[in-house]
């Protein structure tokens, strides 16, 4: 049976009634939601609420030890270790809140790294791909750079377009402004907003950053450690005055771009 589709699944990603947790620990419980193609869809959530977990979940690294998680009507929590290399490492790319860039190679071999493991690029595309996908995140001209060379908010932009190798569906970031000052913060919002106009890729966001959240989500799911699941989802603007307290106060607590 051939695998559906962005086109011919009705959604990019589904939970039904998952649970989560690390052996006989339950994290989080009766996880329900779907998410629309092309959709900015931001995690939200205080520190330790399970936000880690939950990410983990969705990109079939941890399974539910109950329910499921459907990424393009595929059962993804059904999935072999070998299963999930094949068919979830092709459609789904991830930015890591450190970057994950591995240190030895340059930016260019760094983005080329995905590529050479699971595709047959000829030598001669793989260089115009690399400086492609480079050049989306604003990053042309800077492909012989090492990690240890390039400022924080370039360090997320390279991870960016590392996650962008393989044109995966749909793309999941980890605190993509996590440690940045604001007009850094600023540029990186803009540019997750640029890639999916121009690429229509859905996108999957954890952050606690209240800007980032405000500029870039189409729709917001907050979730609680006490609570072990979701306790509100919808447009950030609409649950922000939320007559829950821990979403209220989510939403109107006073911080600094950054350093939330």
Known sequence: MTSPTSSEAQYALCAENVSLGYGDRIILENINFCVEHGQIVTILGGSGCGKTTFMKGLVGLLKPTQGRFELYGKDISALSAEGWLDWVSKRVGVLFQSGALIGSLTLAENVALPIREFSNTPKEM???????????????????????????????????????????????????????????????????????????????????????????????IMIDGDARGIIASGAPRDIANSSDPRVYDFFHRQVSRGKA
Do not use: Q
């Open 126 to 220: 793989l260089d115009e791909i690399v400086r492609l996908k480079l050049a989306m995140v604003r990053l042309e001209g800077y492909g012989s750079y090492y990690p240890a060379e390039l400022s924080g908010g370039m360090k997320k932009r390279a991870g960016l377009a590392r996650a962008l190798a393989l044109d995966p569906n749909i793309l999941f970031c980890d605190e993509p402004t996590g440690g940045l000052d604001p007009v850094i913060s600023a540029e990186i919002d803009d540019l997750l907003l640029e890639l999916n106009y121009l690429l229509g890729i859905t996108m999957i966001v954890i952050t606690h950053d209240l800007p980032t959240i405000m500029a870039i989500s189409d729709w917001s």
